[in-house]
C-alpha cells in the first residue's frame, strides 16, 4: 500500500467478512490520507502495526443506543426479543467493557433505549442511500425526538432475506456506483455484514448503523457474516462490532467524504476500526465469534475488538485495561 495515491485511501466503516469480495474491495482503498503506513513483519502472531492510533476527533464514552426493526411484518417476535436481550447484555457486559476502556478516559458506558419495528415489509434490498433516508425521514417527522443524547446510535436491523449494499443512491441497484468509489458495490452475498455512519439534519450529526440478517439460506447461499448456529446471534455479533467502532469513530464518515483525518478517533494506520482487524486475521472465523459468559450468568455472542495491550482480538477480562499509549503520527514529508 505504500505506493498506492494517498487520494485514493480511506477509513474503513464497514464490516466485512474475510476472504470475500467485500474484503477485498475495502482493503485495497483502506488507510488514511495524511499518515504513513507501516509494514506488517510477516509471521508475528502478535500484530503491533495494525495497533490502534487516536487521531484527535470525537468518541462516545456514554453511548446510548436503539434497535429499529426495518420491515415489521418480516420480523419474528423471538428474534426481537433475543436479539435486544443480548445486545444489551453485551455492550454492558464489565468484562468486555474492560477491553474497551483503553480506548477512553474512562470505563466506557452503554443505555438502551426500547427498541422499535418500523412499519411496513421487509425490503428485498437496502441500500446505504436508503438507510440515510429514512433516518432523515424519521428525523422530520419528529419520530426521533425522545432521543436527545448526542451519543445516541441508531441501529436498523434487517430482516431475513434482505440483502444489504453500500450504493449510496436510494434503491440502489448491484450495478450502482458504491459509496467508497470502487466500480461495484457491495453487498451481503459477498461478504458484507453491515456498517455505521452519520448523517446531518438541521443542526445534528444522526449516527447510525445498519446490519444484515446473517444466515446460510436454503439454496445454499450466503446472506452477510453467518458464523453462529443461530441467525439472531449473527445479528447480535454484527451489531456488537458495529456498536464499537461507532463509540470509538463516530465521525469517519465526514473524513471517508473527504474531511481531515484528525477528525476519526481510534483507527490503525491502515484505516482499520476496532472490530476490523480480529476479522480479517481470524481464521477460522470462531477464533473471534465467541459466546463468552456474562457476569450476572450466562452468555452471550460477540465478535472480539481488537485490543493494543495485546496487539491483537482479545476476549473479555476481569480488569480494566490502561489507557492505550499516545501515538505518533508519521506524516509524509512533503505535507
Not at 259 to 274: A, D, F, K, V
Request: net charge negative; hydrophobic share 40%; charged share 20%.
Amino acid at each position: 500500500m505504500a505506493d498506492r495515491p494517498l487520494a485514493l485511501r480511506r477509513p474503513m466503516n464497514v464490516h466485512v467478512a474475510r476472504g470475500s469480495r467485500a474484503e477485498r474491495k475495502y482493503r485495497a482503498i483502506a488507510g488514511i490520507n495524511d499518515l504513513v503506513p507501516e509494514a506488517l513483519a510477516p509471521g508475528l502472531p502478535p500484530t503491533p502495526a495494525h495497533d490502534l492510533l487516536f487521531h484527535g476527533g470525537k468518541t462516545l464514552p456514554d453511548l446510548e443506543y436503539t434497535n429499529l426493526y426495518v420491515g415489521a411484518d418480516a420480523w419474528n417476535s423471538a428474534d426481537v426479543a433475543n436479539i435486544d436481550a443480548a445486545l444489551s447484555d453485551a455492550m454492558s457486559e464489565p468484562t468486555l467493557n474492560n477491553v474497551m476502556a483503553q480506548y477512553f478516559p474512562a470505563i466506557p458506558t452503554t443505555t438502551f433505549r426500547p427498541s422499535r419495528r418500523l412499519p411496513g415489509a421487509g425490503p428485498p434490498r437496502f441500500s446505504q442511500g436508503d438507510v440515510e433516508a429514512l433516518l432523515s425521514d424519521l428525523a422530520g417527522k419528529s419520530q426521533l425526538n425522545a432521543y436527545p443524547s448526542p451519543s445516541t446510535v441508531f441501529n436498523f436491523l434487517l430482516p431475513k432475506g434482505a440483502i444489504l449494499s453500500d450504493n449510496p443512491t436510494i434503491g440502489g441497484s448491484a450495478r450502482g456506483q458504491s459509496a467508497a468509489g470502487a466500480d461495484n458495490e457491495a453487498d451481503s452475498l459477498n461478504g458484507l455484514g453491515g456498517f455505521h455512519g452519520s448523517i446531518v439534519v438541521g443542526a445534528r450529526t444522526l449516527y447510525y448503523a445498519v446490519g444484515v440478517y446473517s444466515e446460510r439460506r436454503a439454496d445454499g447461499t450466503v446472506n452477510g457474516i453467518p458464523v453462529f448456529d443461530a441467525a439472531w446471534k449473527n445479528v447480535v455479533a454484527t451489531f456488537y462490532h458495529e456498536l464499537n467502532e461507532a463509540r470509538t469513530d463516530p465521525d469517519v464518515q465526514r473524513v471517508i467524504a473527504g474531511g481531515p483525518s484528525n477528525l476519526l478517533g481510534w483507527t490503525s494506520r491502515s484505516g482499520e476500526e476496532c472490530g476490523d482487524f480480529p476479522v480479517f486475521e481470524a481464521d477460522p472465523l470462531s477464533l473471534v465469534f465467541q459466546e463468552v459468559p456474562l457476569t450476572k450468568g450466562g452468555t452471550v455472542p460477540v465478535q472480539f475488538q481488537y485490543s493494543n495491550f495485546v496487539h491483537g482480538p482479545e476476549g473479555p477480562v476481569a480488569t480494566p485495561r490502561p489507557p492505550a499509549a499516545a501515538a505518533k503520527h508519521r506524516r509524509p514529508k512533503h505535507q
